[in-house]
């Protein structure tokens, strides 16, 4: 019994330590950091097929970015959903754009224009990074599979990193209300 015992404690213990790991996950540029400058490849975006720097395009206005790994079904009602918040924030002159991070990144086009047209998303840019471990400048961790950071006047206001399977409704409600740290 006294071996049951301890060996559902130590099980609880991992489990505990696995969660908090994931709750932990630091990716990405955190707060009050600069983001500085990097070159992707505009996929769905107005200047579609052509590489650019959407961090210098946007400048100092409230801009949501998005690293990705790999778009699953919560990351594309995540992008979804600020893309009807850009769209509602015009007069704010709000943006955002989703970087797909890849070492193959032509084979991710073909499915970026599918969820772009499927999904209507019409305010943020799908684009991708020719390199899977992301612009060296902005530390995204190995483990992260959405790095999202929301900054204005070039300074990072909001971080939310998640592990593959970790971004939930709840977590998308609340990347939806912390926009409101960048529009103030």
């Known amino acids: 019994m006294k071996k049951f015992v301890s060996l559902c404690v130590m099980g609880l213990m991992v489990s505990a330590c696995q969660f908090a790991t994931a709750a932990d996950l630091k990716s990405g540029l955190q707060v009050d950091d600069s983001p500085p400058p990097f070159n992707v490849t505009d996929v769905t975006g107005p200047v579609a097929g052509t590489k650019l720097c959407y961090r210098c395009q946007y400048s100092s206005r409230p801009v949501v ?51 772009a047209n499927e999904q209507k998303i019409a305010h943020t840019p799908l684009t991708v990074f020719e390199n899977a471990a992301g612009p060296k400048a902005y530390k995204i961790d190995e483990n ?30 609340k990347i939806i209300e912390d926009t409101a740290k960048i529009l103030e």
């Open 65 to 115: 970015s998005i690293f990705v790994r790999k778009m699953d079904e919560n990351t594309v009602k995540l992008v979804k959903q600020i893309d009807e918040v850009v769209g509602k924030q015009e007069e704010k002159k709000m943006a955002a754009f989703v970087t797909v991070l890849s070492d193959d990144p032509d084979a991710q086009e073909a499915t970026l224009k599918k969820t």
């Open 144 to 173: 992260a599979n959405v790095t999202v950071m929301m900054w204005v006047e070039s300074n990072v206001k909001v971080n939310h990193a998640f592990a593959a399977g970790d971004l939930s409704e709840e977590a998308i409600a």
